[in-house]
């Protein structure tokens, strides 16, 4: 062979092994957006120890790339998460945007991730429509309708006929009103009044008042985690019990997270939700105990659980991609992902691209001096069913 031809065929060999050597040599950035401070920071808190107990168990690389994270606190302001994403996405170079502990700081992002064709993870929002705002928006959460849907259909089979609802005003508040009433309505009941606080220093003196006045057989809540132990409080100011009203909600109100400092004025409470920290499965046994060993005062909550499957997701995708970060081939992926959570059994819905996973009925009770939501009942494989509904149009 000519000198020269082995110099070019040298150069060429070099020009494709050399970038992809490079490559693999260099992190995957994962840029996390969190409220870390604020009202909303216990969820940034919840996320980030869920984040870093799962680089400790799994390892910091996957699909053969070292894995490091971009921490950032948006303080829960849409504003701020919007400029964070850019800045991740424009000068860190991240590979994949994640957290988002309320909805307009996921919908926020949501354009910069479809510019950037940069996969947005969902940890912790749930109005149903956040994964129809960009085709990158993956979500490991739930949907609102998701957990509501079983809570209304236990009223139903317990009696409940006429109800009043009170929930935070914005979307996955309007989101549970929705679902909660509309099932009621299908099944024969009655719906008295829809009420809604508002979500920033939310007084709910006058709502519950007006509630007890109405007589329902039931009163159903939502508000977003961090805020349920304020609700709560004033809840058991009124004992609606006294009066035969049943308070029920979505288990965003009795969060595991603030449950213990409720008292028991909340004890026997029926919620429905996708995660306890008192779910019963040898993976939560070892996910509890790991998560309170690395955080001796923290309890984990369903944002933790979102958090820990977010990065199991991630993890998932880059070794199906092998370590290629391009957004399409990730998003394609995670479509169709199952695994095993400390929640149970989960997957990713290929065409919404929203988690399908169990829902759980349960009451709060006592056990070993601490309160804990028991579950009592599994809806298995539960899906969105606002999207659900809408593809059988
Ligand atoms: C949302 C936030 C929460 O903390 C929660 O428990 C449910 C929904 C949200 O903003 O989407």
Known sequence: ????????LLASAFAFTVPALADNATPVKIGVILPMTGPSASTGR?????????????????????????????????DITKRLAQELVVNDKVSVIAGFGLTPLALAAAPIATQAKVPEVVMAAGTA???????YIVRTSFTLPQNTVPIADWALKNGVKKVVTLVSD?????????????????????VLDNLRAPLRNPEFAPFLQKAKDLKPDALFLFVPSGFGAQLMKQVAERDFAKEGVKVIGTGDVTDDEQLQGMGDAVLGMVTSMDYSV??????????????????????????????????????????????????????????G?????????????????????????????????????????????????????????
């Open 1 to 8: 062979m000519h000198f020269s031809t082995r110099i070019l």
């Open 46 to 78: 919840e996320i980030d120890a869920a984040i870093k107990l799962y680089m400790a168990q799994k390892g910091d690389k996957a699909g053969g790339r070292k894995i490091e994270i971009v921490l950032k606190d948006d303080t829960g302001v849409a």
């Open 129 to 135: 429509t956040i994964t129809e705002a960009s085709p």
């Open 170 to 190: 914005y979307g996955p508040g309007i989101d549970a009103e929705k679902a909660f009433s509309e099932r009621i309505k299908a099944g024969g009941g009655q």
């Open 278 to 335: 008192a779910h019963k499965s040898p993976e939560n046994k070892a996910f509890v105990e790991a998560f309170m060993k690395a955080n001796p005062a923290m309890r984990p909550n369903f944002m933790a659980v979102g958090g820990y499957d977010g990065m199991a997701l991630i993890y998932g995708a880059l070794e199906k991609t092998k370590g290629d970060t391009d957004g399409a081939k990730l998003v394609d992926a995670m479509k």
């Open 337 to 393: 992902m199952s695994w095993v959570s400390p929640r149970g059994p989960i997957s990713i819905d290929p065409e919404t691209r929203d988690i399908v996973q169990n829902v759980y009925i349960r009451k709060v009770e006592k056990v070993d001096g601490q309160l804990y939501n028991v579950e009592f009942e599994t809806m298995p494989n539960v899906k969105d069913p606002v999207k659900a509904a809408k593809k059988a149009k």
